[in-house]
C-alpha cells in the first residue's frame, strides 16, 4: 500500500488539485504561500491539519490520513493561510478509495476474547489512557526525516482486516504485524517523546511515542520496553524488545501509527518522501 505524494499547488495547473487516496493511506501535500504567514492550517473532515515549512522558501507540508473506516466519498480539503491583515484559503478535493480489507478468523482463549467484569473495566481504564494520550497534540515537529520500519519480520497484512475471533465479529485490526523472533530489537520510527509505557490487557506492553503535529506510532505486545515516560528518543533508537505480551498468538509487533484522529497504515506512513537522514 502506498503513500500518495501531492504536488505544489502554484506550480501546478488546476486539474491537478484532486488527489486520490484509499483507505488507510497517508496523503503528503504542500502548498506555497507568498510572503510570510503567521500560520497553515488545514481541515479535513472533521479534522485539523496542520502544514509545517518544510525548506523550499515559502513552501508548506501538511500529512492527511485517510482512517481505515473512512466512508468512500469525494471529500474538500482546505488549506487556510493566516497572515496578520488577512487570510487566503487553497481548497483541494480528495477522493477517498475503499480498500479491499481481508478477514481474518483466529480462535483464542475464551477469557481474551470474553473478559469477566474485573478485566472489562480493566480494559475500559486503559482505552481511556490511550485515547488521552492521542487526544493530545504537540505544536512542535520532531522529526526531519522519513520514518523507518521499527523491526525486521515477515509483515502479515493484518492492517485493517475485519476480524472474526472465536466466531464472534470483531472491531478492524488498526496496525500492522510484524512476526519476528523473541526478543528482537524495536526501534523508534523516528524522533519523538515517550508519552506511554504500560502493560495492558489486551495490546501487552506498550509503547506510545509522540512525532509532534498530531502524528503518533505505536509499539504493541512487546516483550520489554526499555524506554521510561517523558524520554525523548531518536529515529532508530532501541525502545523494546519483540515479544507476545497480552492478545497474542505468538511473537510479533503489532505497529499502529495514528495521524489527527485518523488510523492509518504505518507503512504509509513510511513510504513518504520526508528526506533522508
Do not use: C
Not at 466519498?73 to 480489507?101: H, S, W
Not at 506510532?217 to 532508530?236: E, W
Request: net charge neutral; aromatic share 8%; glycine share 10%.
Amino acid at each position: 500500500m502506498l503513500a500518495v505524494v501531492g504536488v505544489s499547488y502554484a506550480a501546478q495547473a488546476a486539474a491537478e488539485k484532486v488527489f486520490t487516496a484509499k483507505q488507510g493511506e497517508v496523503l503528503y501535500l504542500t502548498v506555497v504561500a507568498e510572503g510570510n504567514p503567521a500560520s497553515v492550517q488545514g481541515r479535513f473532515r472533521d479534522r485539523s491539519i496542520p502544514f509545517f515549512k518544510t525548506g523550499p522558501s515559502g513552501e508548506y507540508g501538511a500529512l492527511v490520513g485517510i482512517d481505515m473506516a473512512d466512508e468512500p466519498a469525494t471529500v474538500d480539503l482546505k488549506a487556510a493561510i493566516t497572515y496578520p491583515d488577512g487570510r487566503q484559503e487553497r481548497m483541494y478535493r480528495v477522493v477517498v478509495q475503499a480498500e479491499a480489507f481481508r478477514v481474518q478468523s483466529m480462535t483464542l482463549p475464551k477469557d481474551q476474547v470474553e473478559p469477566d467484569a474485573a478485566a472489562l473495566k480493566r480494559i475500559n481504564l486503559e482505552k481511556e489512557k490511550v485515547q488521552a494520550v492521542l487526544a493530545g497534540l504537540t505544536p512542535e515537529r520532531f522529526w526531519t526525516s522519513g520514518f523507518l520500519v521499527p523491526v525486521e519480520g515477515t509483515v502479515t497484512g493484518a492492517f485493517g482486516s475485519k476480524r472474526i475471533l472465536n466466531g464472534q465479529p470483531r472491531n478492524q485490526h488498526s496496525g500492522e504485524d510484524i512476526s519476528a523472533p523473541l526478543g528482537a530489537p524495536v526501534k523508534a520510527a523516528n524522533d519523538g517523546i515517550v508519552r506511554m509505557v504500560d502493560d495492558q490487557f489486551f495490546s501487552g506492553i506498550s509503547v506510545i511515542l509522540d512525532h509532534g503535529l498530531g502524528v503518533f506510532t505505536m509499539y504493541f505486545h512487546l516483550d520489554s520496553a526499555t524506554v521510561k515516560d517523558g524520554a525523548r528518543v531518536k529515529r532508530g533508537e532501541v525502545i523494546g524488545t519483540v515479544g507476545h505480551s497480552g492478545r497474542a498468538t505468538g511473537p510479533h509487533l503489532h505497529w499502529a501509527a495514528w495521524l489527527n484522529g485518523s488510523r492509518v497504515n504505518p507503512f504509509s506512513l513510511a513510504k513518504l518522501p520526508l528526506g533522508t537522514p
